[in-house]
């Protein structure tokens, strides 16, 4: 798996994307415990998801227990059970919504505005998942398990072809496709160098992105010809 270009991702547990911006470690996880109260099923569920996602994100996996994640969600460790069988059937879960959530920035053109459009919403999402994002970068979410391998690379690909779509290029051709794999890598450099460095705003970040993403488009087009 190509662990440096991560389109994010990549489950809905930051605020909605778009909200914002642009638009045309070892330790136990210090998660706040909130008091237990009555939920309905799928309110529970996406607590125990969001929980797990700040936890994750903080510690390694192996550090994360199913005790300090029902306390920190408000619940039982038999209530957390009753929705996700094991620690790793919640990290996978965790995991496959954080990859999925670029997939659902909203339809736009192909083009320079329809590109600075969905790159503003998707730095949106990184900002509000921005510890998660810092973990996959370093690949902490990835300990060896090929399902979470699996979807993080179904996921890369799925926003590969969205990229493809916006800069008009066949996502059928290998040299296209390269040409945009090059690119998601110059996006986590950017994004360390934002994120982490702090020696880029968003701001300047994102007329990098669509920049870049405007100049492979134009250089590989004449390619194919």
């Known amino acids: ?62 550090s994360v227990s199913i005790r300090e994640l029902a306390e920190a969600a408000g619940t039982t460790r038999t209530n957390l059970h009753y929705y996700f069988r094991t620690k790793r059937d919640l990290y996978v879960e965790v995991v496959t ?57 179904d996921s890369l690909i799925a926003w590969e072809d969205r990229l493809l779509g916006l800069v008009e290029l066949d996502p059928a051709d290998p040299s296209a496709r390269a040409a945009i794999r090059s690119y998601q ?10 994120l982490n460095r702090r020696t880029l705003t968003k701001a300047q970040v994102h007329a990098l992105l669509c920049g870049c993403l405007l100049a492979v488009g134009a250089a590989m087009r004449p390619a194919r010809h």
Not at 185 to 194: L, Y
């Open 1 to 62: 798996m190509r662990a440096a270009a991560v389109p994010v991702a990549p489950a809905a547990v930051g605020p909605a994307p778009g909200r914002r911006g642009y638009r045309a470690g070892v330790s136990t996880p210090e998660v706040d415990a909130p008091r237990r109260e009555r939920l309905e099923h799928d309110d529970r569920r996406d607590r125990i998801i969001a929980v797990a996602q700040q936890a994750f994100a903080r510690s390694p996996y192996e």
């Open 97 to 153: 919504r954080f990859a999925h959530l670029p997939l659902r920035l909203g339809p736009v053109e192909a083009g320079p505005a329809g590109a600075a459009e969905v790159l503003g919403r998707w730095l949106d999402l990184v900002e509000d998942n921005s510890e998660t994002f810092r973990a996959l970068l370093a690949s902490q979410l990835h300990p060896g398990d090929p399902e979470v391998g699996g979807v993080l690379t």
């Open 185 to 194: 890598a110059m996006v986590s450099g950017t994004c360390d160098q934002w």
